[in-house]
């Protein structure tokens, strides 16, 4: 009744930002995504169920006292239960090796490795699409964390039709992704707070209208690994993406100064030719894409132009699996 997954995060290419109306407990999506597993961003969890429990316990991060964690743990947990018919209780251990709530999206591997170690402790059989339904419901993103590679999450219709599958193998591209954790800060605004609001932004309904020819450019650009193509297209959909969130209500800010420097910078460095584009999620910390030529100057660059806490390389990396190495 014991069982470890590893899950890696993943950074959306083509965003999902906003739910469909009135199925926000389902998590589904208003508009379909594209997403890349990144290698070093990883989370471990250990599940175990037992009737020695009375509750389920959570130790997250080496913490036991994070009460909303806890409870959305739990939250789903009874969807795997459910699915399996107990009641029993579980004690679940969980680790990530980069900072959560700043943007690097721990929701998604930390739904990705939960679903996948919770559904093998109850040992339940499930396949990669049922396993990317469930991990949606925790957290949407989580559903992108389950396959490996390159990743599109169909929108869909209903529960059963809104899942992510591979698009490409992570071999298909080797593109570099240099995280840069500007301050490892939780945020303020979660990104299920955020997207509550995007319906409020007079221009949500014109981002939903092109976003599935942006699903099929990116699709494209990543098959024909053209760089400038899909360069230029990320970096314009993590603004656009952001700009809903400026101008919904209350409005949203989630850079810190230096985040807006990196963007500007990156900008420049494209210009004097080296070939690198930003993408952002809901935080402070930011995405910069490149090809394995350039990873070196690009570093060297970075820590040139502004303070950073920490860098994190990233290639493209396999989705969710079980691993033998229990954490208790
Ligand atoms: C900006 O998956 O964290 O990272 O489904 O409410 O848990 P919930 O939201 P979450 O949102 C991710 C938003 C994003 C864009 C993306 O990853 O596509």
């Known amino acids: 009744m014991k069982a470890t997954a590893q899950a890696h995060s993943n950074i959306a290419f083509i965003k999902y930002w906003g739910k469909k109306e009135g199925f926000d407990s389902l998590k589904l999506p208003a508009n379909g995504s594209i997403s890349m597993n990144l290698s070093n961003l990883v989370t471990e969890t250990t599940v175990e169920f037992s009737e020695r429990y009375s509750v389920d316990k959570l130790d997250f991060n080496g913490t036991e006292n994070n009460d909303n964690i806890r409870s959305k743990v739990s939250e789903h947990l009874d969807r795997v239960r459910k699915k399996a018919g107990v009641t029993t209780k579980a004690k679940v251990v969980s680790r990530n090796n980069f900072p959560h709530s700043s943007g690097l999206s721990s929701s998604a591997s930390g739904f990705a490795a939960l679903t996948v170690a919770a559904v093998s402790a109850l040992e339940l059989q499930l396949n990669e699409k049922e396993l990317s339904l469930l991990a949606r419901q925790g957290s949407g993103s989580a559903c992108r964390s389950i396959p490996t590679g390159f990743v599109e999450w169909v929108a869909g219709r209903s529960h059963d039709s809104s899942y992510a599958y591979s698009i490409f193998p992570p071999d298909h591209w080797d593109l570099i992704d240099v995280v840069v954790v500007i301050d490892a800060q939780a945020k303020e605004l979660s ?55 400026f101008t919904s209500h209350p409005p949203m800010i989630y850079w810190a100064p230096e985040t807006l420097r990196l963007m500007l910078e990156t900008q420049r460095w494209r210009k004097a030719g080296l070939p690198v584009y930003f993408t952002i999620n809901t935080g402070h910390d ?32 396999e989705g969710a699996c079980i691993t033998k190495n229990h954490l208790f």
Do not use: W
């Open 191 to 245: 990104s299920t707070e955020g997207m509550s609001r995007a319906f409020k932004s007079p221009f949500y309904k014109e981002r939903l209208k092109n976003i599935q020819e942006k699903i099929h450019t990116c699709t494209e650009a990543i098959r024909k690994k053209d760089f400038e193509i899909f360069g230029e297209l990320i970096e314009s959909e993590a603004l656009e993406m952001h700009s809903i969130a």
């Open 286 to 317: 930011i995405h910069l894409i490149t090809t394995p030529d350039h990873e070196k100057k690009l570093v060297s660059l970075i820590h040139k132009s502004c303070t950073v806490k920490k860098i994190i390389m990233n290639h493209p990396s």
